[in-house]
């Protein structure tokens, strides 16, 4: 399986206007225990957001943690008064902009077209097979995108699940399937399922086809009001979180101890094996903007 670039810093892949990269924000990975504690209600959506999400759960003992969520759930808790925090999917964030502010966005660019059955002789074989993904914006424009770059016809057979979980389960229990998945859930198939490969990855066919963005995926975003009245709260918390980002990679075995405790159906015994394949990438600060408007242009 191709292996992310693991990066622990803020990217500077984000070309722009001017055409040179900007400089990337350094996030330290030593943590200050000693800081001021800061306490926030924060909702996760069902998966692994943000895989240091495990290691706040396990040493922050202040703020209040609700993982698990489903995007119906959240949306309706985005549209009331509860939560202050959300790890969530990038569209659900969008459409909730009047009472989010995105202050974190994951583009480890980690979407790929899998296939569970027969080698593929070629990519254009997936033509012919039913695709199981999101009904996303994001997940409909790559589909898209790779039937004009394979100069295929628009008849593919689609049926849209709600969640990556239903996809990853999808694929699990159907033979000769195509989905398009993102991370973990790859790593997770080809650990249990020798007959999951990849076609192609969503992001070569997007970049080969002239899009200058990368792929967004996950987000971090707060309400407005937090952010407007306890700013520099927010940015020690997020401090903390980032230097948490690469605990995975430095404790694998811990961090899947974590994972049996809050995410169990993600775990597996010997998984920690395939830690070095999975990877969350921040950006945030002077180029997050920058990213957003470039990948929504992309986009239309």
């Known amino acids: 399986m191709k292996k992310l670039l693991i990066i622990i810093l803020t990217l500077c892949f984000i070309t722009g206007c001017s055409g040179r990269p900007k400089e990337a924000e350094m996030i330290s990975s030593e943590i200050d225990h000693d800081k001021e504690q800061v306490k ?13 999400v495990m290691k706040m759960m396990a040493e922050d003992h202040e703020s209040t943690y609700n993982t698990g969520k489903t995007t119906e759930e959240l949306s309706e808790l985005i549209g009331s008064e509860e939560g202050e925090v959300f790890f969530i999917d990038y569209e659900l964030a969008k459409k909730h902009e009047k009472e989010l502010e995105i202050v974190s966005i994951n583009a480890m660019n980690n ?8 080698t593929f002789e070629t990519v254009r074989q997936f033509s012919d097979k039913k695709i199981y993904m999101l009904d996303r914006t994001t997940d409909r424009k790559l589909l898209e995108t790779a039937m004009e770059h394979y100069d295929l016809d628009d008849g593919t057979d689609v049926e849209y699940l709600s969640s990556y979980r239903e996809i990853y389960e999808k694929v699990m229990a159907t033979e000769d399937c ?14 249990r399922n020798e007959n999951v490969e990849i076609v192609m990855d969503m992001l070569d066919v997007w970049k080969e086809e002239g899009n200058q963005s990368n792929i967004i995926t996950d987000c971090i975003a707060v309400r407005r009001n937090v952010l407007e009245n306890r700013g520099k709260e927010l940015e020690r918390y997020l401090e903390v979180l980032y230097g948490y980002s690469n605990f995975m990679y430095k404790d694998a075995a811990g961090y899947m101890e974590l994972v049996r405790k809050y995410d169990p159906d993600n775990y597996i015994d ?5 830690v ?20 929504e242009k992309d986009l239309k």
Request: glycine residues 6%.
């Open 178 to 191: 195509v989905a398009i998945i993102q991370q973990p859930y790859v790593s997770l198939l080809q650990h």
């Open 111 to 118: 979407l790929y077209m899998v296939h569970n059955g027969i």
């Open 40 to 52: 926030f209600d924060v909702y996760a959506e069902e998966g692994i957001s943000t895989y240091s």
């Open 270 to 274: 010997d998984m920690e094996k395939e």
């Open 276 to 295: 070095s394949s999975l990877g969350f990438a921040f950006i945030k600060g002077n180029i997050l903007k920058e990213a957003i408007d470039l990948f």
